[in-house]
């Protein structure tokens, strides 16, 4: 994970969280539960009754008790439905998408917000004030779940998601019934160039803010990933069709000068780009944001200090493989 803070903002508040990874992620898509329509087993049950008891006397209860079992069943169906959620892009069509859950309140101490809450628990008092100042103006590309809003959320930090862009509809789907951004794109390079968002497309353009207070996000880790074969061939990284939404797009949103940026990556962004150089995408990237500070190439001339943290995955959740 790379923090990226633009020190020239006098208001600079440094937003402390990280975007959590995906598989934490999803766990914000518990759901809550559906309400219980109770009417037609009613319905069923009253006319029913006089009938089967003259019948049937005593039979009455075994039918009540097969009616319930029917009604739970019918809606942990519905429950489940609703909770699916499809790597592919058009896997909901209009029917099944109304009838998307939207996530638990991020209220309760939930494991993830516990250990939240305890990672952050002695940051002290400039952390604390987060909570009683302005809400903070939050941009997020490849979205995901938008696990950096749960996190404002369950700190109690107020925020305002001022637009998110991810090319999974399921993905913004979660986002829009749960946090309500103001602008959603499918993707971040349309987000940057302010092109108009989905839920204004007659609108000439759309921006998020002329100055966000952080921007997080986490572009596709294929590219870089070590559990790609052949992820260390000579031009491998390079060639990755998805290499360009790092290295073109997120400079890009650097280019724009907000107050602070955080980018998730996989561990194998620190690691050379093949067996012939030493040199890592992380290093890159970082020089490209220094060149451009130190050449005038980003808005108002800011410049960046770089924060790197290698958090292991293995503080939130069991995991065989080393994530960071
Ligand atoms: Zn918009």
Redo the contacts with the bound molecule.
């Keep these: 994970m790379l923090l990226s803070l633009n020190p020239s903002c006098p208001s600079f508040k440094a937003p402390i969280f990280r975007k959590t990874e995906q598989s934490v992620v999803q766990q914000l898509s518990t759901c809550t539960e559906l309400p219980l329509s109770a009417s037609a087993m009613t319905d069923v049950q009253s006319e029913a009754e006089p009938l089967v008891e003259k019948v049937m006397p005593g039979w009455m209860e075994e039918i009540e008790e097969t009616l319930v079992l029917s009604q739970q069943e019918s809606e942990e169906s519905a429950l489940a439905d609703a909770c699916r959620i499809s790597s592919d892009e058009e896997s909901i069509d209009e029917e099944s998408a109304a009838m998307t859950v939207p996530c638990s309140p991020q209220t309760s101490d939930e494991w993830w917000v516990f250990r939240l809450k305890s990672a952050t628990q002695d940051l002290g008092g400039d952390f604390a004030q987060l909570k009683t100042l302005q809400p903070v103006l939050l941009g997020s590309s490849c979205s995901g779940a938008c696990s950096e809003a749960a996190a404002f959320t369950a700190l109690g930090i107020p925020f305002q998601l001022c ?1 998110v862009a991810d090319v999974n509809k399921d993905f913004r789907q979660i986002i829009e019934a749960n946090y309500k951004p ?3 794109w499918s993707l971040m390079q349309d987000q940057i160039s302010c092109q ?5 497309a007659d ?1 000439m353009a ?1 921006e998020m803010a002329s100055c966000l207070d952080v921007w997080v996000s986490g572009t596709p880790c294929p590219p870089f990933s070590e559990q790609r074969p052949r992820r260390f061939n000579v031009g491998s990284v390079e060639a990755h069709p998805l290499y360009s939404v790092t290295f073109e797009s997120a400079i890009d949103a650097v280019k724009q000068g907000h107050k602070a940026y955080i980018f998730e990556q996989v561990k194998g962004f620190g690691k050379p780009y093949d067996m012939s150089t030493s040199e890592t995408p992380l290093e890159r990237f970082l020089g490209k944001i220094d060149h451009l500070g130190l050449t005038g190439g980003i808005q108002n001339r800011a410049k960046y200090w770089h924060i790197t943290t290698r958090p292991s995955m293995n503080t939130w959740m069991n995991i065989k493989r080393e994530r960071t």
Excluded: E, I, Q, V
């Excluded at 108009?196 to 204004?200: N, T």
């Design positions: 637009g103001s602008h959603s108009a968002c989905l839920k204004h609108s759309c």
